[in-house]
């Protein structure tokens, strides 16, 4: 079992840059694909990134990329979402996840997540 705790979000101007944080506690990070996600009011949660759980390999949402990057600092165990470029579209809470399943093809499906962070809230102000 893993826990989640994201950190980082904020208020941002159009055109600025926040970085993403989510802590693991539990087992090593590296047995996890990470992904996140985000939903904003009246809209269902989609995918926004997923990194896999030790070669790299990651997956994005057209929406994204480019402009966001995610990645895994194993040595403090934590997955980071850096947004750079960011649109007033972005706003949304934004929600760390995990899954200890391997996969050809990273999930990017919500249900294919068990564990799953409290959420951080960005706001990117036009």
């Known amino acids: 079992q893993v826990q989640l705790v994201e950190s980082g979000g904020g208020l941002v101007q159009a055109g600025g840059s926040l970085r993403l944080s989510c802590a693991t506690s539990?087992?090593?990070?590296?047995?996890?694909?990470m992904g996140w996600f985000r939903q904003a009011p009246g809209k269902e949660r989609e995918f926004v990134a997923a990194?896999?759980?030790?070669?790299?390999?990651?997956s994005y949402a057209n929406s994204v990329k480019g402009r966001y990057t995610i990645s895994k600092d194993n040595s403090k165990e934590t997955a980071l979402l850096q947004m750079n470029s960011l649109k007033p579209e972005d706003t949304a809470v934004y929600y760390c996840?995990?899954?200890?399943?391997?996969?050809?093809?990273?999930?990017?499906?919500?249900?294919?997540?068990?564990?799953w962070g409290q959420g951080t809230q960005v706001t990117v102000s036009s």
């Open positions: 996840a995990a899954t200890g399943a391997s996969y050809y093809v990273l999930p990017t499906n919500p249900r294919e997540y068990r564990y």
């Open positions: 539990g087992r090593t990070i590296s047995s996890y694909v």
């Open positions: 990194i896999n759980k030790s070669n790299g390999i990651t």
